[in-house]
């Protein structure tokens, strides 16, 4: 939005300041329609709006309030001269007036005019910024607390078949083990791996001059996992190569990302490996797609699930044994034990599978980041309802729907899951691609209006994050100016 700002005329930006303005308060009029006579009030005191407000019908005004995709659904309060532009931009402040629970998909409609449709699929493989960079640029890897982007480099070293160090910092030894690494690896030309480097500010500090002084060798390659913190030295992100990541949206993305990853090692059977690993993705989505409704309806704190908890990487293994078994992969325990009891076999009956051990093995894998007894107790629910051998018969319910008046909320099904047939991953990857792209909240176990109140939040906390960046970018302008 800032980005969108920035590129507008004057009479852009003056409609962006009246969106932030507090004093023009976000509402969700679809939880409250007697709010619709009052925010109808408040539009006419707004001069841009309040000329086209007669030409607006009263089906239009309710089926804006009303539909759960409100944005596509804004009342033409313009005319017909007004350009594309201003007309997203008047939607977005009716959407704050109104339908406070979809600010953010208006503003990314916004955004998608300003610049263009392609705008947020923007996708840079890691692999290509390796090629680009430098010896002496690190590469930052940045990603809200919670979720942790350093496995993405692990999953490069596997694949091009090179070797990295792997330190984290957090510890005494921490700074000590990454100064050594890196002097032996500057040398030599190998990658390094440096995580959680928030968590030593001290070190960042003399981080750049040390790197100017190893004179490394040009295959040599520095990788900083980080969470986004004031803590992090400007000048290092200067003269880093910044990579912002964040968990798939969703548990569709998430599921698919998941299987992709795994579709490789379903091939060497048993053939019932490829329905476990669906569950184990489908388990691994609702883990952490319930972060974003942290703390206050999904997970009581920001636990620390990523893609290393599904697969490890082959140059992983060796370093992992089950006697700590926290440490290892949910897909390494099911390749494992498969691979135990199959004895080469091409099929298993379900009934004979260890679930119990399974399910306790995935439980410790995923728990070892849980310090709430609540969580933990939540987590060995869903492990529960995931692993079991009823997930092999046609019809199962993976999610059992919504009941009663909660079922009303959906405008279709009562948002339950069935799991697929078939037998293969490709059949297993249809399955997942059907799914809703926003899935409902019955799908983490949560109430059906959670979807709701996590867009509202997240709708109020844009406004005051955009307003809070735009005010500190005015105070450096007129510095500026002074300053001439």
């Known amino acids: 939005m800032l980005l969108a700002r920035a590129s507008l005329d004057v009479t852009g930006q003056a409609m962006i300041d009246r969106i932030l303005d507090p004093t023009n308060a976000g509402n969700d009029v679809s939880t409250d329609d007697q709010l619709r006579s009052k925010v109808l009030d408040q539009c006419s005191r707004i001069e841009a709006l309040e000329p086209h407000l007669a030409q607006v019908s009263n089906e239009q005004w309710g089926r804006f309030c009303s539909e759960e995709l409100a944005e596509n659904y804004v009342p033409a309060i313009w005319d017909e001269k007004t350009t594309e532009t201003d007309r997203r931009l008047r939607s977005v402040l009716l959407v704050k007036l109104f339908r406070v629970d979809r600010f953010v998909p208006?503003?990314?409609?916004?955004?998608?005019?300003v610049f263009s449709a392609d705008f947020f699929d923007t996708v840079e493989e890691l692999e290509g910024i390796v090629a680009q960079v430098e010896s002496t640029t690190p590469i930052a890897l940045a990603s809200n607390p919670g979720f942790?982007?350093?496995y993405k480099v692990n999953n490069l070293v596997d694949k091009v078949k090179t070797r990295c160090s792997n330190i984290a910092m957090g510890s005494n030894e921490g700074p000590r083990s990454a100064d050594k690494a890196l002097s032996e690896a500057a040398a030599t030309g190998q990658w390094v791996l440096v995580k959680n480097v928030h968590l030593a500010p001290g070190w960042l500090q003399g981080l750049e001059k040390r790197l100017g002084s190893l004179k490394p060798h040009a295959d040599f390659r520095l990788f900083l996992s980080m969470e986004t913190s004031p803590k992090i030295p400007v000048n290092l992100l200067?003269?880093?190569r910044i990579l912002m990541y964040e968990q798939p949206a969703g548990v569709?993305?998430?599921?698919?990302?998941?299987?992709?990853?795994?579709?490789?090692?379903?091939?060497k059977g048993p053939v019932e490996k490829g329905r476990l690993y669906l569950l184990l993705s489908f388990l691994h989505a609702v883990v952490q797609e319930r972060l974003r409704y942290?703390?206050?309806?999904?997970?009581?704190?920001f636990w620390e699930f990523n893609d290393s908890d599904v697969s490890l990487p082959s140059s992983a293994v060796e370093s992992v044994s089950l006697t700590i078994v926290q440490y290892a992969c949910a897909a390494f325990i099911i390749d494992t034990w498969m691979e135990t009891i199959a004895h080469g076999r091409t099929n298993i009956a379900p009934v004979k599978m260890p679930w119990e051990l399974l399910r306790t093995l995935v439980t410790e894998t995923y728990g070892g980041k849980i310090d709430s007894e609540e969580d933990f107790e939540q987590l060995r629910r869903i492990v529960h309802q995931c692993l079991t051998p009823a997930a092999f018969e046609d019809g199962h319910k993976l999610v059992e729907g919504a009941k009663g008046e909660e079922a009303e909320v959906y405008s279709e099904g009562d948002g339950g899951l069935t799991v697929p047939e078939g037998t293969t991953m490709p059949d297993f990857m249809k399955w997942v691609n059907g799914l809703p792209e926003r899935e409902p909240p019955t799908y983490l176990g949560l109430p059906a209006n959670a979807e709701k109140l996590l867009l509202v939040g997240h709708g109020r906390d844009t406004m005051k994050n955009v307003a809070r960046v735009t005010e500190i970018l005015g105070e450096g302008e007129e510095s500026n100016g002074e300053e001439r």
Not at 106 to 113: D, G, P, S, Y
């Open 238 to 240: 200067r003269t880093s």
């Open 148 to 150: 942790d982007a350093s």
């Open 252 to 267: 569709r993305a998430n599921m698919r990302d998941s299987l992709a990853t795994l579709t490789p090692r379903a091939s």
């Open 294 to 301: 942290a703390p206050t309806l999904g997970w009581k704190g």
């Open 106 to 113: 208006a503003v990314e409609k916004l955004v998608t005019a």
